[in-house]
C-alpha cells in the first residue's frame, strides 16, 4: 500500500478548542506576540516541541499502574534499566528527572575551566551545562549540515578533519568527545554508524571517552537503516545497539524517544566515574534507583523503549515530517533539506527576504501562523541566538522556525490544516511585518522577550 497510515487506533482524546482569528489576534497581543506567552489550551496546533508532548501508549498507562514507589530498590527500577540495557548495553544507568539533568551530572564532573567538549552541534542546554562549569562547547558538524538546502543523507555527521586536528592541537584540554543524534539544532540531522563509529576511534586513540546524546536514538537508527549502505535489511534494534556499542556512555532525555512525558538518564562503562555520578545525583536529584523520577515514571519509559522501535512507527514517524515538507516545499517555501527526524525547519530567512534578520523574520513567520491557523511553532534564529553577553546584537547564523510533531498525537488531517495554513500565508507573504523587542531578560532572552510588530 502507497498510503502509510498512523499505525495505531485512538482509545483516548484530547479536544481540541478552535479559535477564530479576532480571537487569536487577541490573545496574540496579550502574550506579547511571544506564542510562548500563550495558553496552551488557546493553540489549535502546538508544534512547540516534540519534547513530553507524547501520547502515551495503553500499554504505558497500565505500566504506570505497576510503578513501584518504594525510595530505594524499587522493581521499576529494574525494569527501567533492563529496557535501556536492552538497547544501550552500559554498565551503568543513572536516570534523572530530565535530559538536562544528566548533562548537568556528566559536566559536573567532566567539565571545568579550560576544558574543551567537542560535538557535532551540542544542544543549548547541553551548552549551557558545559558553560556553566567555565568549560568550551565546539560544534564541529560538517560544512553541509549548516547549509540548509544543501542535500546529504546524513546532515547530523562530525567533521573528521575538525575533530582530529582539535584532538590534535588541544587534545590535553578535551575530557570527552561528543556526538548529538539526531542533530536537533542542526535540524534533526541524523549521524550516519560510520560517522559515529569513526568518531569513537578518533576519540580513543587520543584516550578520549566518548558520549552520545540519544535523545533521538531511535529515528537516527530509522534514517540509517534507509539511508546507509548494508544497513537496509537490518532491524532498527540491531542498529541501535551498534550505534551504543561503539560509545563510552550517553545522555538521554526521555521525552523524546522513549514516549515518556518526563525523565532521563546518565548510562556509562566507567565504574569510578559512575560513582561519582551517583554521589552527584544524591545531592541534586535523588537515590540511585529513582533519580528524580516517580516509580511509575520508570515503568512508562521501560514500556516506551520497547515501543520506539517499532519500524512501523517510524516509518510513519518520519513519513509525516516528509510529507509536510514536500508540500511545502511544492508551494515554494524553503525548508532545511532533506526533512529531519522530529521536525520541520523553515527557513524564514530566506522565504521572507523583506525582513531583515534584526526584525526577526522567524518570529515574523510564527505569528503568522498562530494568527492564521492557531499554530504554535518555535524561532530558531536571531531572537534565539542573537544578544550576546556583551550587550550586542547580531544576526544569527539562520533564522529558521522549527514545526516540531509531538510523536503519537496528531494524523494526517492535522498535517494538511498546517499546510494549508502556510499556503495562505503564502498569498500575502510580502506583507508580514518585522518585529521589535520592547523588553527582554539578560539571557535566554526567546522564552520571556516581549515583541511589537513594526508598522
Ligand atoms: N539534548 C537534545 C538533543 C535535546 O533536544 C534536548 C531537549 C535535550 C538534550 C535536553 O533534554 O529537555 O529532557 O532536559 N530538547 C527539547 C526541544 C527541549 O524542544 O528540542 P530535556
Known amino acids: ?57 495503553a500499554k504505558q498507562w497500565a505500566a504506570i499502574m505497576q510503578g513501584d514507589e518504594s525510595y530505594a530498590g524499587s522493581p521499576s527500577f529494574a525494569r527501567f534499566e533492563a529496557a535501556v540495557r536492552n538497547l544501550m548495553p552500559f554498565s551503568h544507568v543513572i536516570p534523572t528527572h530530565q535530559g538536562r539533568a544528566a548533562e548537568a551530572i556528566l559536566f559536573h564532573l567532566l567539565g571545568g575551566p579550560g576544558r574543551i567538549v567537542p560535538s557535532n552541534t551540542h544542544f543549548d542546554t547541553t551548552r549551557g551545562n558545559i558553560e556553566a562549569t ?66 569513537a576511534e578518533l576519540a580513543h586513540r587520543h584516550g578520549k571517552p566518548f558520549f552520545i546524546d540519544g535523545c533521538r536514538f531511535a529515528e537516527n537508527a530509522w534514517f540509517i537503516k534507509q539511508r546507509e549502505p548494508g544497513q537496509h535489511d537490518r532491524s532498527v534494534v540491531e542498529i541501535v545497539r551498534d550505534m551504543f556499542a561503539v560509545a563510552d556512555g550517553m545522555t538521554m532525555s526521555a521525552k523524546k524517544d522513549a514516549f515518556a512525558n518526563i525523565g532521563g538518564w546518565l548510562a556509562l562503562d566507567d565504574d569510578e566515574l559512575a560513582a561519582r555520578a551517583r554521589t552527584r545525583l544524591i545531592q541534586t536529584e535523588g537515590f540511585p534507583t529513582y533519580g528524580g523520577l516517580a516509580g511509575r515514571d520508570l515503568d512508562a519509559i521501560a514500556q516506551g523503549l520497547a515501543e520506539i522501535v517499532d519500524e512501523d512507527y517510524l516509518a510513519y514517524r518520519i513519513r509525516t515530517n516528509e510529507y509536510i515538507g514536500e508540500k511545502l516545499l511544492a508551494l515554494g517555501i524553503p525548508i532545511v533539506r532533506p526533512t529531519g527526524g522530529h521536525a520541520v525547519f523553515v527557513d524564514a530567512r530566506a522565504w521572507l527576504p523583506h525582513i531583515p534578520p534584526l526584525a526577526y523574520p522567524g518570529q515574523s513567520l510564527v505569528c503568522a501562523l498562530y494568527l492564521r491557523g ?30 516540531a510533531m509531538p510523536r503519537r498525537v496528531y494524523t494526517q488531517s492535522h498535517a494538511d490544516y498546517v499546510v494549508e495554513t502556510f499556503a495562505e500565508i503564502a498569498a500575502h507573504k510580502d506583507a508580514l511585518p518585522g518585529y521589535r523587542i520592547t523588553w527582554e531578560p539578560p539571557a535566554m532572552r526567546h522564552f520571556t522577550a516581549r515583541f511589537a510588530p513594526l508598522a
Open 374 to 403: 492557531g499554530i504554535r511553532a518555535c524561532e530558531i534564529g536571531t531572537v534565539m541566538f542573537g544578544r550576546h553577553p556583551d550587550g550586542s546584537e547580531t544576526p544569527a547564523a539562520m533564522d529558521l522556525v522549527r514545526l
Open 1 to 57: 500500500m502507497k498510503t502509510i497510515i498512523e499505525p495505531f487506533r485512538i482509545k483516548s482524546v484530547e479536544p481540541i478548542r478552535m479559535t477564530t482569528p479576532q480571537q487569536r489576534a487577541r490573545l496574540l497581543e496579550l502574550a506579547h506576540h511571544n506564542p510562548f506567552f500563550l495558553h496552551a489550551d488557546d493553540v489549535v496546533i502546538d508544534l512547540l516541541t516534540d519534547s513530553g508532548t507524547a501520547a502515551m501508549s
Open 134 to 199: 567555565g568549560a568550551e562547547a565546539v560544534d564541529l558538524v560538517i560544512a553541509e549540515g549548516r547549509d540548509p538546502a544543501r542535500l546529504h543523507p546524513f546532515k547530523g555527521n562530525m567533521d573528521l578533519d575538525r575533530l582530529a586536528a582539535l584532538l590534535a592541537e588541544r587534545g590535553d584540554a578535551v575530557p570527552c568527545v561528543m556526538l548529538t543524534v539526531t542533530n536537533n539544532a542542526g535540524g534533526g540531522q541524523p549521524v550516519s554508524l560510520a560517522n559515529i563509529r569513526a568518531v
